[in-house]
């Protein structure tokens, strides 16, 4: 990150080349090079719109500053949407024609497969749960900006808030916390731990987590009707816990207008995810 | 509707029989006949699973009732969807090979044109915009037992709870009420009347379905990035006043998240468009 646009673009570049050196191929057995971003992702030109991940990198053409080191084709796309692709084409998703990945971690996003194929919408931006408002009250406030949307009630990002609050509601805390402990270093890791010594305060932050993420897959289910959804992302390392108050919330809003079942199930390539969406890219 | 299922079915085949005589028309003239129906309908075997509108009609077959009367296809499917495709084919979709239609009206849903065909889903019910939830722990109910659904809170069967509420917080009206005055009378056009009167309390309610329904339209819009949002339904009559106030949140909530320009724009075929859209089925 320290390196900025260029000698990010330079960095990934010569990880690719060197790669493909150790391993003894030549660019052209490949079909190509598949790259997933966080962010807002025009996928048609291959430019980073915005993104919050990392500094820099407005309207930057990724695609095509990666492109100008490689002879095959680079294809860039938003890192849920690689995911989603992934879990498709070698995941949970296998056999399916219509699924949606969500990925619940630093942020919270999702890929739409529709038909068979990744669905992008208008910009390439489609998919972008996480911005959608379920508490338009709330005094949780997004990066984005906006009040109430599910990044800014469930995610990882959103977890030191969440925490604070409750404490500050007089919650009490099972949690090691000395004087000088610093509240915005919570995380999924500490809140697992919580869960583990059966800390209330962190069983309820991850109880509203699943609620809000609940709530979401129940909108989602409502306005595509997929088959299947698939979970992945840090903080579902949380567990059975987790998905089991997801799946609670779920189907408590769903009940008669569920027609037919509907699988909501973990991520099967879990870890290189991305990497291996990202890869598949190539092949869509 | 007093006639029941049978009855139903029997004079619904004795209009169009009727039509097609009146007309000279033979069956082998069309390519089929098309039926738009509010509710849950299953595409693939036309059955309606739950519908609020009609008495009876559970788990009720009613395109194999009806293709009993012809020799020509008879394609049953819910009445958004129907409206949303005779939008696309003849209406303000003209064009695009992604919309989504919304019908603002007693109820609210929606129906999805993407890749240049309806969108259904598992079960047919692709499109259940009124029933996502964006205000979890409101006390106005939707006729399907969830809190804070958009048709809770935005829709035709909700303006008299939503009225009776500003009332009991004290708002005053304008319109003239008297002391047998039925509050559950209280509809689009009651009001339409009190908006050209210029009352604050209709004014109110107006205001808070137009911020309800401008919080859905963004939430399709992270979803699905349309590039085409096409709004019909008796509500919409209320005129600029409703619709400025639905841009006016969609665009507060998108802001910079908006690449590239979205259309939100009033039904073309006003009227007639559930009519022209359930025939338009047959040409799909």
């Known amino acids: 990150v320290e390196e900025g646009e260029e000698g990010m673009v330079d960095l990934i570049a010569g990880q690719v080349k ?15 090079i598949g790259v997933g971003c966080a962010g807002h992702i025009r996928h048609s030109d291959g430019v980073i719109v915005t993104t919050s991940n990392l500094e820099g990198f407005n309207n930057y ?24 692709y992934g879990e498709y084409k070698f995941g949970a998703g296998k ?17 739409l497969v529709i038909n068979g194929g990744l669905y992008r919408g208008m910009s390439g931006t489609a998919g972008e749960f996480g911005h959608t408002i379920v508490e338009p009250g709330s005094d949780l406030v997004c990066t984005c900006g906006n009040r109430g949307c ?3 009630l469930a995610c990882g990002m959103a977890l030191p808030y969440m ?21 915005s270093k919570i995380n999924g890791q500490t809140l697992k731990k919580g869960l583990d010594m059966d800390d209330p305060l962190s069983k309820a932050v991850i109880s509203d987590s699943a609620y809000y993420v609940g709530i979401g897959l129940y909108n989602l289910f409502q306005i595509l009707n997929p088959p299947l959804i698939v979970l992945g992302g840090g903080l579902t390392n949380w567990g059975e816990f987790y998905l089991d ?10 009940r008669d207008m569920l027609i037919d079942p509907i699988r909501i199930v973990l991520s099967e390539i879990v870890g290189d995810a991305g990497v291996i969406g990202a890869a598949a890219l190539s092949l869509e």
């Open 18 to 32: 060197e790669l493909l050196k150790r391993n003894q191929v030549k660019q052209s057995d490949l079909p190509g």
């Open 61 to 84: 053409p990724l695609r095509a500053e990666l492109q100008s080191h490689f002879d095959i084709p680079v294809i860039l796309d938003n890192d849920a949407n690689a995911q989603a």
């Open 95 to 111: 056999g399916t024609r219509d699924m949606i990945f969500v990925t619940i971690s630093t942020g919270i996003g999702a890929g």
């Open 150 to 152: 599910i990044m800014a």
């Open 163 to 183: 925490f604070e609050k409750k404490l500050r509601e007089g919650m009490e805390t099972k949690l090691n916390m000395p004087p000088k402990f610093n509240i």
């Open 245 to 254: 108050k997801i799946k609670e919330t779920f189907y408590e809003l769903a």
